[in-house]
């Protein structure tokens, strides 16, 4: 463990590095071209970060954080785009804060991209008794159908990526005093796939796609196809990018070789939106079904594709062994200030 945390160590110093070098790279190199080459280097940094770490703690945000977001934000910044562009020019630890942090910090006065659902607390009520039913459901496990088993543990790591995205933008906001926008609104009430990845799902990866890849795309297609259906292959492309980068996430966790399951899942998904583009864009509100019936369909559509897809290949990482062994050493370490190997825990949580 005490090599994990070392190669953590040297990791956050080189992206700190590289921050600072990039944000001087702006103050003195005009956006373009050049700009570009003089941040490919950090860029490339970013893509192997996580390459030195085992534990899922440590290489899970590494990869999510720094290699996806974190590059692609470098990539917009170097044209003059994206969220660290600004005028004036955001300050060192507001520029650091957004490049390595699923965030977008809002400036004075400007209003979030999303409008998202207000909530109150009875909103999280539901969720929160699904979540303990899970947990309770899961030590039943021998007696439970795998595809149940799945469901299961597909909903935890859900509910769990939204709290830790939730709980890191609250620690941002207290620490720096800034107003961020939205991360999700309430994907569970998507009413159609487009919906979904567009306006309720993660939605700083949403807003960092579209600049990199959508509109890049689009540019590119426009010469292709007509000005009226180009939106569609340039959507395929954006999910093509987004399947392909899960699919190094996945490598990061676990070094093993990609079985592509996960590209094909975002390669469906774009499908389907882009066929959902063209039926609306032919059919307009002839053919729309009432609300409850394509928020059914919606969420039917999502799980069938995630458990049949997604989540098998990310289970097959043992996250649930790896995650519980981490925080046994970590209370280790608190109890006794001794770093120790997770493997060296059994987990009766498995």
Not at 76 to 81: D, N, R, S, V
Not at 167 to 196: K, Y
Not at 210 to 232: C, D, G, K, N, Q
Not at 303 to 331: H, K, N, Q, S
């Amino acid at each position: 463990m005490e090599g994990e945390v070392y190669n953590l160590m040297v990791n956050l110093s080189i992206a700190l590095a590289s921050l600072i070098y990039s944000h001087s790279v702006g103050m003195f190199i005009a956006k373009g071209a050049t700009r570009f080459v003089a941040l490919f280097p950090v860029i490339f940094i970013f893509l192997c970060l996580p390459l030195n770490l085992q534990t899922v703690f440590f290489a899970g945000p590494t990869s999510f954080f720094m290699t996806w977001l974190g590059s692609f934000k470098i990539i917009l910044y170097a044209f003059g785009q994206g969220p660290l562009s600004s005028h004036p020019p955001l300050s060192l630890s507001h520029f650091i804060a957004n490049a390595c942090l699923p965030i977008k910090i809002l400036k004075d006065q400007e209003s979030p991209s999303h409008q998202t659902t207000k909530k109150s607390h009875i909103d999280y009520v539901p969720r929160v008794l699904l979540f303990i039913f899970v947990i309770k459901a899961y030590g039943y496990k021998d007696f439970l159908h795998p595809l149940l088993i799945t469901a299961c543990l597909a909903y935890y790591f859900v509910f769990m990526l939204i709290q830790f995205l939730a709980a890191l933008a609250f620690l941002v906001r207290t620490l720096l005093g800034v107003e961020l926008e939205p991360q999700f609104d309430e994907p569970h009430h998507s009413t159609s796939i487009q919906n979904f990845w567009g306006k309720r799902w993660n939605l700083m990866v949403s807003d960092t796609l579209r600049p990199t890849v959508y509109h890049p795309a689009r540019a590119i297609f426009r010469h292709l196809v007509p000005e009226r259906w180009v939106s569609v292959p340039a959507v395929f492309i954006t999910f093509l990018v987004s399947g392909l980068m899960h699919e190094l996430i996945f490598y990061h966790l676990g070094q093993y070789t990609p079985t592509w399951e996960v590209t094909w899942f975002f390669i469906i998904h774009g499908i389907c939106v882009g066929m959902e583009i063209v039926m609306k864009k032919t059919t307009g509100r002839r053919f729309e079904q009432p609300p409850v019936v394509t928020w059914l369909l919606t969420l039917t559509f999502i799980t069938i594709t995630g458990l049949w897809l997604f989540f098998p290949p990310f289970l097959r990482l043992d996250p649930c062994a790896r995650i519980c062994r981490e925080t046994m050493a970590f209370i280790g370490f608190v109890k006794t200030g001794h770093l120790l190997d997770p493997n060296e825990y059994a987990c009766r949580f498995i």
